[in-house]
């Protein structure tokens, strides 16, 4: 660019700089792209809703944009059939077991490789993710016979270990992050104050990072509930998740959609409880603490 | 760096050992050892060797032909979603609003199909996508379209891969987001000071600054897109015919379908060594750029 051409841009945009410099990183009809991508992401879950609202004999009569009468028969299926809400319950009972089981082992060893360097911690911390990263269809067989053997096949505590291979090195990766947001200087004032290690960690640590451990339970929680392969293997009649309950709603009369879909909708309600908590921190989570 | 070295942080690290351990080496090791044996029921078990991986890296044979089949479909599906997913996703969060209520509500949105386990994923798509009930088989055959995923092998990839996009475009969307948000205004007041056009500013400000995440965003979506199972297993379960097969699903056919134990504890091993491959360069992109950055973090 020369000197001359220069001057005259300069001249010319210092007059538009400032009303329109926000509006400089905008892309030529974004707000197109994010409306159509937005309307995109929306219409497969309204569809959802919707199904799941409306009666067997109207989904199957033809297509119908919101339903002629809103029926709440599905739900009503759901939350008196032993056999529907057992899987909520067991589900959620694996969950919250795993969860807290991946929270507690998690906090001091990311405290641990947040703060020190130690024999193989390279190595280690790998190993974890390498864990997180593996396939569960490689642990399903070794899973079925090892808690077939040791007896805890079926029980949700068989679920809640299981899920613990890719959620204990999950918890520990997004803690660590957090963690290393801490400047190091607080540990050193707390020790310096007569603060023992664990007393520091409960009463002082733990609160600054309160965001981090929210953020990583509901992480935890996320991956367990969404889990289908392991928690289908792991059990058979008594502990069966909701999520295996739903591959099986063919019954004599055909498939059963919109008991399905009422099913569907009630699984999104723990993610939807939380949305607006993480919102900001979505990306962080999923890229384990790394951004 | 700075850290001071203390190995009696091995104390803090121990009971995470413990459980992992329990969890990942136990069964690794059952599997290494079906690996290398084979069996004819009652629990009788003979010594075969390298029998189970000379067949399983042999295309001719039944099982060889069938695990490079399902490789090759897995990284075609993993190349097609990301030359998708990442360009879609940096376009998308160009286009994001930058303050006001409209950044909580569209992240709100954005964030949504992450959220949803994913064997409802799968239904989401399964009762969206049919000919007969969904909106969307529905409005495709309409227009003449000849579109049935449950018979049709493209039609069922199409309908796999608009959910992959459906699922994951907003986790790469999010990650640029944060790489744009950490962009100074100062750089955008300097080159509107210089000019520049709009590619040069997405060229040399906005690309470099997304570089950080964007890896991360391939590295992830390659790992979670190869390890697939439960989307596509819920919407075609592996068909019609083979044709959406990827290598997860073709591994729990072999285990928990046939009980074929040496044969799918060798694939897993296979399969458990490219993963590990992919992971470390993973790790080592990931610990290369934190000393890049190395400062605290910005709080949304």
Redo the contacts between chains.
Sequence with gaps: MTTESLSTSATRSAAEATPKARSAFRFNGGSLTLGLYLFFLVLPIYWLVVMSLKTNAEINSGMTLWPREITFDNYRTIFTDPSWYSGYINSLTYVVMNTVISITLALPAAYAFSRYRFLGDKHLFFWLLSNRMAPPAIFALPFFNLYSAIGLFDTPLAVALAHCLFNVPLAVWILEGFMSGVPREIDETAYLDGYSFPRFFVRIFTPIIANGIGVTAFFCFMFSWVELLLARTLTTVNAKPIAATMTRTVSAAGMDWGLLAAAGVLTLIPGALVIWFVRNYIAKGFALGRV | MD????????F??L???A??A???V???M??VNYSVQDTFGNNQFFWNGTGWFRELLDPTTDLGGRVRDSLWRNLLFSAIILTIQVP?GI??A???P?EGWKV?A???????????????VG???Q??ARG?????G?TVNRLGIDYNYVADPLAAWVTIIVMDV?HW???VA??C??G?KS?P?AY??A?????AS?WA?FRFI?LPKMRR?LI??VL?RF?DS??I??EP??VTGGGPGNSTTF???E??KL??GQFD?GK??AM?IV??LI??A???V??TV??N??VERRR??A??
């Design positions: 850290k001071p070295q203390n190995n009696r942080a091995w803090l690290v009971p995470v050992l459980i992992v329990f969890s990942a136990i069964p690794l059952t599997v879609l376009a998308v160009l286009a994001m930058r909580a569209t992240l709100v949105v954005m964030a949504m199909p992450l959220l949803v386990p994913w064997n409802v239904t989401i798509w009762v969206f007969d009930i969904g909106l969307l529905y459906w475009t907003s986790l999010l990650l987001y944060a744009l962009i205004d955008y007041q080159a509107r000071i210089d000019g709009r500013v906005q995440v991360i965003a992830l790992m190869f390890m199972y439960t297993f819920v290598l997860s699903i591994l729990v285990a928990l134990l799918a504890a897993s399969y458990n993963i590990l992919v992971c470390w993973f790790y990931m610990t750029l934190d605290p973090p709080d949304a």
